[in-house]
């Protein structure tokens, strides 16, 4: 366990009770530093020692300094706010709070701050990004969720306003991003399958406006063609179909009737998402049908919350706090060079299935 802080030679954190609200004065008084370099440690100027700048907000933190935001934004133009824009959506557990935490690491030793921006607060996608950048309530944006031809990614660029988002998209022009593999988590999901026995794979697809659908499809498509084996792509869900629709559609699929000219219903399953994976659960177990014998399940698991309630599932596991952290991380890289190259960024799925 790393030992908490302490203060340096010099270093009177009490000062502050004498004082009132800290300022840079107080920080300077406690580091023994000249009010310039704190400002300039506290704005992570390269020409102040990463030791220093260390030091100095170690000393911000823990006397509760408080930047003036007005000043700044006054002197520098700066808000030294990043922005976020959520779409909410009850597929992904913990997809929120995973994703914030990465980002908060990525800016814990900045000047910066995360502000979110629910999408529900304007009418579209596009809207929200406007208001951003016109009333500059922010120096970046982060959002979710991308399309083939995002609207806002279009506007981004176009504008030059800095961001960076968690999913691609079909643009020639090279834009900052970082994703998932999901051609690769589709196709090794499906292989895993495949290889249990199983005879008609099904895949549950994120909706059809989404970049990651087609990804999905595609690597799912590519095993099931080398494999020569039956699937099916229900058309009337998907990823963000409510659990209980899902359910009942799984349940009412596995009751098919088993004419002649009936198709066989699936025995495994691509779910992209733990609620999507515990619905199907649900709905073949209304259907009398029992996991890991009469059918098997490969889930994206974003939580390891699958993994504790249902240990038959085989799972992939995506790192939403990592990639959180990589977001933040190269969007202050471009915030602070607009030049700045290499800011994509498609991370790996971690597979781990057990033996046997």
């Given at each position: ?8 030679r ?10 009132g609200?800290?300022?840079l004065?107080?920080?300077a008084t406690?580091a ?5 370099t ?18 100095v907000?170690r000393?911000?933190?823990e ?10 934004r ?14 909410s959506?009850e597929?992904?557990v913990?997809?929120?709070?995973s994703i914030?935490?990465?980002?908060a690491?990525?800016?814990k030793e ?15 996608d ?5 208001y951003?950048?016109?009333n500059?309530?922010a120096?970046?944006l982060?959002f979710?969720r991308?399309?083939?031809l995002?609207?806002r990614v ?5 504008t ?9 998209t ?15 988590f ?8 495949i290889?249990?026995?199983?005879k ?6 994120p909706p059809?406006?989404?970049?990651f659908c087609?990804?999905?499809l595609?690597?799912f498509m ?13 058309e009337?869900v998907?990823l ?9 559609f799984?349940?009412?699929?596995a009751?098919a ?10 025995d495994g ?6 609620v999507?994976?515990?619905?199907v ?10 996991l890991?014998?009469?059918y098997d399940?490969?889930?994206k ?7 504790q309630?249902?240990?038959k ?11 959180g952290?990589?977001?933040?991380r ?5 915030i602070?060079?607009?030049d700045?190259?290499d800011?994509q960024?498609?991370?790996p ?5 057990p033996?046997?």
């Amino acid at each position: 366990m790393t030992e908490p802080s302490r203060p340096q030679r010099g270093e009177n954190l009490d000062i502050t009770h004498k004082r009132g609200k800290p300022t840079l004065r107080t920080i300077a008084t406690i580091a023994g530093l000249a009010v310039t370099t704190v400002s300039r440690a506290l704005s992570d100027a390269p020409q102040i020692s990463l030791e220093t700048r260390q030091r100095v907000h170690r000393i911000a933190r823990e006397i509760g300094y408080l930047p003036d935001r007005a000043a700044q934004r006054l002197k520098t133009g700066r808000t030294n706010v990043i922005a976020i824009l959520l779409d909410s959506h009850e597929e992904v557990v913990g997809f929120s709070t995973s994703i914030m935490y990465g980002i908060a690491k990525a800016l814990k030793e900045t000047s910066y701050h995360l502000v979110v921006a629910p999408n529900f607060l304007s009418t579209t996608d596009i809207e929200a990004a406007e208001y951003i950048i016109r009333n500059h309530l922010a120096d970046g944006l982060i959002f979710t969720r991308t399309e083939p031809l995002d609207a806002r990614v279009r506007l981004l660029l176009e504008t030059g306003f800095p961001f960076i988002c968690h999913g691609r998209t079909e643009y020639s022009t090279p834009h900052p991003y970082v994703d998932y593999d999901n051609f690769t988590f589709a196709y090794e999901a499906t292989r895993r399958l495949i290889t249990k026995g199983r005879k008609k794979v099904a895949v549950i697809l994120p909706p059809k406006r989404l970049t990651f659908c087609q990804h999905i499809l595609h690597g799912f498509m590519t095993a099931v063609r080398e494999a020569g084996i039956a699937y099916e792509i229900p058309e009337a869900v998907d990823l963000d179909t409510p659990a209980g629709v899902l359910r009942d559609f799984i349940s009412s699929r596995a009751d098919a009737p088993d004419a002649p000219d009936a198709p066989d219903a699936p025995d495994g399953f691509i779910c992209p998402g733990e609620v999507s994976a515990l619905a199907v659960i649900s709905g073949m177990s209304d259907a009398g049908r029992i996991l890991a014998a009469d059918y098997d399940i490969v889930a994206k698991e974003t939580s390891r919350l699958l993994s504790q309630l249902q240990p038959k599932v085989d799972t992939i596991h995506e790192d939403l706090t990592a990639a959180g952290e990589d977001l933040g991380r190269m969007l202050l890289q471009r915030i602070n060079n607009p030049d700045a190259q290499d800011l994509q960024l498609l991370l790996p799925p971690q597979i781990n299935f057990p033996i046997g």
